[in-house]
């Protein structure tokens, strides 16, 4: 049933002003689309984060399999049918273009970055500004707004343009001796074979940007860098202050919404069966669909709150507890493959009280010539 809208303050309107409000079957069916894509943007990338960092891939259970699947077996049977049907060049372009993205120092997630961010408060203040102020919201969170993106910006660059930290020979021994080895995730005397110097505890060597990296947590595209030792504290900044973003967005974005529902009488109104004339009382449904059909730029820049704020959400939780357990994401993944009773020993050897692992990730130079107080006593 496709259905056309009577608000109930222009219900004695003239045609020609009733018109303006009345939401055409294709623009409604864009509409229904759009409420689909969202869910589906919304529970897919929370699916896979929560695959990637919730699920043992070394079980046996439906999900652990589920897992494996998708980021093991999914990805060598497309790359299998792309050889097959577009054939070995074309399959070549596609697999260098990948490596390229994935595994090759490159400034693209970092534009993406920027877009999203300086894109999405643009077209707030181009489509959501006019909005406000309404029953809900004041006009002053048009610049709570600008405030947020623009924290969040900062500690976009800040991080971006501070080093993880190198393993070099000419602070190989201080570097060496920062934290003790623990045997089973580190092991005393072992060499990076690309490097060719002594690797200290908790480095590692980093394949795309050729370099032993200190306290080494992962490689990060969205930095187009390493997140180490020297420049994790941004990092956690830089993800919590765009998980507020994301949530603070979504929150004035959907009030925003909501203030278009009340202003209109949305809910108060009539809709009118396109195909029998037969009107219809308001819907949650009915309603989500014409505000998405008059204001599809505001529900979009919504949508993307909600998907990115969810997955930006748990990002950030996963990393706090990180800094609190004194783990880096390299070693939760380590750790993953041990044996339970292993796993349990080597997840704890690095970590003191709460306050001293978040001095360690927040001070990491401090606590480098205070070491004594860190050291772990058997």
């Not at 259970?61 to 049918?81: E, Q």
Request: glycine share 6%; hydrophobic share 50%; proline share 5%.
């Amino acid at each position: 049933m496709e259905l056309m809208v009577e608000p109930a303050e222009t219900a004695v309107a003239s045609p020609s002003c009733l018109q303006t409000l009345l939401a055409p079957p294709n623009h409604l069916i864009m509409a229904d689309a759009a409420i689909v894509i969202a869910v589906v943007a919304l529970v897919l990338p929370l699916g896979v984060v929560g695959l990637v960092y919730c699920v043992d891939p070394n079980k046996n259970g439906v999900l652990s399999s589920l897992r494996r699947f998708v980021l093991d077996t999914l990805p060598s049977w497309s790359s299998d049918v792309l050889l097959k049907v577009c054939g070995p060049s074309i399959h070549s372009d596609v697999v260098d273009a990948i490596d390229y993205v994935l595994n090759r120092p490159n400034p693209l997630m970092q534009v993406v970055y920027l877009h999203l961010v300086i894109g999405g408060y643009a077209l707030f203040i181009v489509f959501g500004q006019p909005l406000l102020p309404n029953v809900y919201l004041s006009y002053n969170h048009v610049y709570y707004a600008g405030g947020a993106a623009l924290a969040a910006l900062v500690t976009f660059l800040q991080v971006c343009t501070t080093s993880a930290g190198v393993v070099n020979a000419r602070d190989s021994l201080v570097q060496y001796h920062a934290y003790e080895f623990d045997q089973v995730m580190y092991i005393r005397g072992n060499a990076c074979k690309t490097c060719h110097l002594n690797k200290p505890a908790r480095s590692k060597h980093c394949t795309v940007c050729n370099v032993c990296v200190p306290r080494f947590d992962h490689h990060c595209a969205w930095l187009n860098g390493c997140v180490g030792e020297q420049n994790y504290r941004y990092f956690v900044l830089f993800i919590v202050s765009n998980s507020l973003l994301c949530v603070y967005g979504g929150i004035i974005l959907l009030y925003t919404l909501l203030g278009e529902v009340v202003t209109l009488h949305l809910f108060e109104s009539k809709y009118i069966n396109y195909d029998t004339g037969a009107p219809t009382d308001a819907t949650v449904w009915i309603v989500a669909r014409y505000i998405i059909y008059i204001h599809p730029v505001v529900c979009m820049l919504f949508f993307m709150c909600l998907v990115m704020g969810a997955a930006l959400v748990a990002f950030a939780g996963f990393h706090l507890y990180l800094v609190a357990s004194n783990r880096t994401t390299n070693e939760f993944f380590k750790q993953w493959a041990m044996a339970p009773q292993v796993r349990a020993s080597a997840a704890t050897f690095y970590s003191r009280s709460v306050v001293d692992n978040m001095v360690e990730v927040f001070f990491p130079k401090a606590t480098a010539v205070m070491r004594p107080w860190t050291k772990k006593t058997n």
